[in-house]
């Protein structure tokens, strides 16, 4: 019976130096807040973070868009479904719930409901029909 010459994978080696620290979730989702936040101040836009401790309904995540509801979401899996369905859930009824979300290494994303954008279209339409006027 012949041995096999074949290599065997070796394991990888992690680099030296500092192990990674794992996150808790309450702490990355501070995190992804406060960079929202910051995404939105960096367009002019006055932003903060929301009062997480208040609790209960119409407590977005991130505060500075009139009349939205803003879920933020900083994971690199999920279900946007389920987002929306904790914005809408969480919004007071009169604004629009949104979810902003990133993965790591790319740009922000929102997501709403199909008939708030269309809502939105029809408003910008209307507005620039009257200054047309």
């Known amino acids: ?75 690199e899996s999920g279900n946007p479904y389920n987002w929306m369905h904790q914005a809408c859930t969480d919004a007071n009824p009169s604004h629009v719930p949104i979810v902003a979300h990133r993965k790591n290494n790319k740009n922000w994303v929102i997501i709403l409901d199909a008939r708030d954008f269309i809502n939105m279209v029809q408003e910008v339409q209307n507005v620039r029909a009257a200054e047309n006027a």
Do not use: W, Y
């Open 1 to 75: 019976m012949k041995k096999s010459t074949e290599k065997k994978p070796t394991k990888s080696v992690k680099p030296a130096g500092k192990p990674k620290k794992k996150i808790n979730s309450r702490t990355k989702g501070k995190v992804g807040e406060l960079e929202f936040a910051q995404f939105l101040k960096d367009r002019g836009i006055i932003a903060r973070r929301g009062q997480q401790f208040k609790g209960g309904s119409d407590s977005p995540d991130v505060v500075g868009l009139p009349g939205f509801h803003i879920e933020v979401k900083r994971t």
